[in-house]
């Protein structure tokens, strides 16, 4: 999906930096609490964490960078329970509106309507039966594709070539577990591309490495 949350390697965003040795795991006390309200959200609207991650990525601008990072945790927490009919569509804004002293007229609770869905086994990791399709040291290019649901391909590498660093665990694909249609596991590689490959001859050197799953990849001519 090619939307807000896709970011990487795009221009503009200032530059960044790592994070202080003693930097607080929360900043502020809100922002533990939504990071466990953004859990409990998604036990309750019966998602994964793959559901979870296409939520954040289908708010608008505005809830996606205006709040900063648990923000939109809150945004995407909010979508969850009202796909999942756990929550009406509005009943928040109305509850916030009540808390002010105002007199809001709140929506009634609707019926549930979870997705139906349940994993196999715990975590993300899965066998799977086929050999790896590539190998250490390979060149592969990564899928020109943009898919119309979830993807974790990000944009700034389709269409380019890397080398295959790693084979990872095999796990679920992200694309068809987000939308509850199969965990479909896959082979893991850890591509490195080189800058120049990403973005032009005018760029700093340095490589970037990611984790790819089998089907964004195919062969080099």
Known sequence: MDGIADMGGTPGWGPTRPPDRDEPLFAERWQGRAFALALLSQHLAGFNVDAFRHAIERLNRSAYLD??????????????????????????????????????????????????????????????????????????????????????????????????????????????????????PQHVYTVRFDSHELWGGGAEPFAVTIELYESYLEKTP
Request: aromatic share 6%.
């Open 67 to 184: 709040q900063g990072y648990f923000g939109r945790w809150l945004n995407a927490s909010e979508l969850m329970l009202t796909d999942s009919a756990i929550l009406a569509p509005g009943a928040v804004d109305a509850r916030a509106r009540n808390l002010r002293g105002e007199h809001a007229e709140e929506p009634p609770i609707p019926r549930p309507a979870k997705p139906d869905y349940a994993p196999t086994a715990p975590g993300a990791l899965r066998p799977v039966d086929a050999p790896p399709a590539f190998t250490v040291g390979e060149r592969v290019r990564a899928k020109n594709i943009s898919p119309a649901g979830h993807t974790r391909l990000a944009g700034y590498v389709r269409g380019h070539t890397g080398t295959v660093q790693l084979i990872q665990p095999s796990a679920l694909l992200p694309d068809t577990n987000a939308h509850f249609m199969g965990e479909n």
